[in-house]
Structure formats: structure tokens, C-alpha cells
């Protein structure tokens, strides 16, 4: 028999404690990627506004073909992450500050989910990216073909 809890002793990770100057630097650097990822969170939703107004015509040619679909998950992922990365740089660089900490200690949980399934919503529209690329080459490739 295993005994389980000594299994679980031999593995422990003891805590990790930082200093009050260590929360500072690591509260200031998830702020700062917190407010670069709205930069890339805006160009996507860019794209995504772009693939609406300007290529919507021509994928209207290709047969069995939504065109709405990919620009409007697009613009909606986009603007969503947008949104969870400035509330996510203001909880952060609020949880620098020692008397503020425990106000906004409460959301870093929700935050972290959130930006997790936005992480997976982010990945999803991406592979549906190139799903939509693969569906219009393949497309193009059969309407070129001559018998």
C-alpha cells in the first residue's frame, strides 16, 4: 500500500514569500502586459472590423460560405479581451499599493478565470482562422479546376 500522505510530504512546495519591494515590481510588470495585450486585443478586433467591411463582398463568391461568422467572433473576442485586459492592468496596478491590496485582492480570482477563457476564446478564434482559410483555398482550388 502507498501511503499517501507521505507521498504528498516528499512533494510539498513550501510557500513562496515575497517582499513588499517584490509585489511592487511584480504587480507593475503584469500591469504594464496587462495594457500592451489591449494593443493586440484592438488589432484583432481590427481585423475582424476589417474583414466585415472590406473582403465581405468577395466571400460572398465562395459557395457554402458564412461570411459573418469569423469577423464577428473576431470583433467580439477582441473587444471582450480589450475590456478584461484594462480592468485586469487596473486591478493589478491597484494591488501594488499595500493599502489597497486587500480591496482588490478579491478580484484577482476573477480575473484570472476571465482571462483565461479569453485565452481559450482567443485560441479558438484562431484556429478558426485558419479553418475559414482552408475552406476558401479549398474553394478556390475546385472553381479553378476544369473538366
Known sequence: ?????????????????????????VAMILSTVNWALIVTSLSITGIGIYIKVAIEEFTNLV????SNTL?????????????VNCVGGF?????????KR???????IGFLFF????????????VFCFLHIKHIG???HVSTQFE
Open 138 to 140: 479549398k474553394s478556390f
Open 71 to 83: 469577423p464577428l467572433m473576431l470583433i467580439g473576442t477582441g473587444a471582450v479581451s480589450a475590456l
Open 63 to 66: 459557395d457554402g460560405y458564412d
Open 115 to 126: 482571462t483565461l477563457c479569453m485565452a481559450a476564446c482567443d485560441i479558438a478564434a484562431g
Open 91 to 99: 486591478i493589478c496596478f491597484a494591488a501594488s499599493d499595500p493599502q
Open 102 to 108: 486587500s480591496r482588490y485582492k478579491k478580484y484577482l
Open 1 to 25: 500500500m502507498v501511503d499517501v500522505k507521505k507521498t504528498f510530504k516528499m512533494y510539498r512546495i513550501d510557500s513562496i514569500r515575497f517582499t513588499e519591494k517584490a509585489r511592487f515590481v
